[in-house]
């Protein structure tokens, strides 16, 4: 049994069929065809931080993958009232397939799969959010690459990452040390990356940069996140001082190559950490890139339960 707790669970050759399988999912899906490969089974999904294209994303994706969903949080279950994680894990996943879980430590989520008979997966904690990466990665490769060779595209390119050192950037950091490429990490300070938190194999795969301008120079792909990440808010105040020059504008997309593009995992504050010319501008695929949540997480549900079809 495999969980996906963080994006190191799956080897470069698992993504490899993971966006292939994708992109056969969503040809199936834009061309109305069924594609009812989890049937009777079930979905629970476990909500202890707020949520809409996760919720929508993996509610939606299971439906059409003609399985159910049962939606929980922290507010209308026992894990409200002290629960222990261990019991709900040893409970819930008696009764379903497959638990998708959005909290916060990733201690929480690593101690539900340790006591669970079924896959994990994170719908994002406080250090990752593995599934967003899997579907920013996929739409790169829809959009420079080619899905029958969907790794090869990525060798080599250059993420640029502006903003807070967070579970966003700490994802791309072990994306970028698997498959082979390199981001540009430019954070205000005090808000750098913790390279421990990912867990490199190497240090080749990342750069640090002070200004965000040199971090964009030469990029193929820019992207950035909020400025203050839920569990946060108290310092948002603090936040928005110290990140006043993280936001990603005109001048930075135009240092990093012409046909780079932009990406947000959403939701986005328009005036913080991008310019509203930039995500609503030509280079941005935030939208294909909130729809691919759907796509890729079918296949990794169906992978997770299945395996390799
Ligand atoms: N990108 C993302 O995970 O969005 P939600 O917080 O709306 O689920
Ligand atoms: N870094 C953000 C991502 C939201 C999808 C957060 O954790 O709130």
């Known amino acids: 049994m495999k969980h996906y707790l963080q994006f190191t669970d799956l080897t470069a050759q698992e993504y490899a069929y993971l966006f292939s399988r994708a992109a056969f999912i969503k040809h199936k899906f834009k061309a109305y065809e069924k594609h009812h490969t989890l049937v009777d089974r079930t979905l629970a999904m476990i909500f202890e931080k707020a949520s809409t294209r996760t919720r929508v994303s993996f509610e939606a994706g299971m439906y059409q993958l003609g399985g159910s969903v049962v ?36 201690d929480k989520i690593n101690s539900f799969a340790a006591n669970s008979r079924v896959p994990v997966i994170n719908g994002l904690t406080n250090d990752f959010h593995p599934c967003q990466i899997l579907a920013d990665l996929f739409t790169f490769i829809e959009q420079r690459g080619d899905v029958k060779q969907p790794l090869e595209c990525l060798k080599g390119k250059v993420v640029a990452w502006v903003g807070d050192g967070n579970n966003m950037a700490n994802t791309w950091l072990q ?9 540009h990490v430019s954070t205000p300070s005090g808000y750098e990356i913790d390279t421990a938190v990912a867990g490199l194999a190497t240090h080749n795969c990342f750069k640090v940069f002070q200004d965000p301008m040199q971090a964009c120079e030469g990029a ?33 997309m135009a240092v990093a190559k012409p046909n780079a593009l932009f990406m947000h995992c959403l939701p986005a504050h328009r005036g913080e950490e991008v310019t509203a010319e930039v995500i609503d501008g030509a280079q941005s695929v935030v939208w294909d890139e909130a729809e691919n949540r759907m796509h890729v997480q079918k296949a990794l549900m169906e992978y997770l339960l299945l395996g390799q079809l």
């Open 220 to 252: 193929d792909l820019v992207t950035t996140d909020v400025w203050t990440s839920m569990g946060y808010e108290a310092e948002n105040e603090a936040r928005k001082q110290a990140f006043a020059d993280w936001c990603v504008d005109s001048e930075m």
């Open 175 to 183: 994306a970028a040390d698997l498959l082979g490429f390199t981001v």
């Open 71 to 106: 939606h929980l949080t922290t507010g209308d279950s026992q894990l409200g009232r002290a629960e222990p994680i261990e019991d709900s894990a040893k409970v819930i996943s008696r009764m379903v397939d497959l638990v998708m879980i959005r909290t916060y430590g990733q």
